[in-house]
């Protein structure tokens, strides 16, 4: 059974940070494109950031550029979240996604949750103001 388990969440102040770790097992994913999304109550699932499967392209959304930093070890099979200088609008349930394609034919198609078929079941970002 493949698997997707994020860890790394929790409460910090704003300013602060956090590492995120999606633990990745069943299958490897080292030939294909994982990501980060978030969701907070209410909204809808939103992309947060991905990589290729050879870490040669990252993607970021614009709300979290030059703040987060997305990071893969094909050894450990697992993938990464730095985020940096917290801000309370980041607080969501932060999701590692994975496809099992071995490329997306778009950029656009990095930010599409339709484009992931494996799915964490999340971890909470509280950040308090």
């Known amino acids: 059974q493949v698997q997707l388990v994020e860890s790394g969440g929790g409460l910090v102040q704003a300013g602060g940070s956090l590492r995120l770790s999606c633990t990745a097992s069943g299958r490897s994913f080292s030939s294909n494109p994982m990501a980060w999304f978030r969701q907070a109550p209410g909204k809808e699932r939103d992309f947060v950031a991905a990589?290729?499967?050879?870490?040669?392209?990252?993607y970021y959304a614009d709300s979290v550029k030059d703040r987060f930093t997305i990071s893969r070890d094909h050894a450990q099979n697992t993938l990464s979240l730095q985020m940096s200088t917290l801000k309370p609008e980041d607080t969501a349930v932060y999701y590692c996604?994975?496809?099992?394609?071995?490329?997306?034919?778009?950029?656009?198609?990095?930010?599409?949750?339709?484009?992931?078929?494996?799915w964490g079941h999340g971890t909470q970002v509280t950040v308090s103001s």
């Open positions: 996604a994975a496809t099992i394609n071995h490329f997306l034919p778009t950029t656009s198609d990095y930010y599409a949750t339709n484009a992931y078929e494996y």
């Open positions: 990589i290729t499967w050879n870490s040669g392209s990252t």
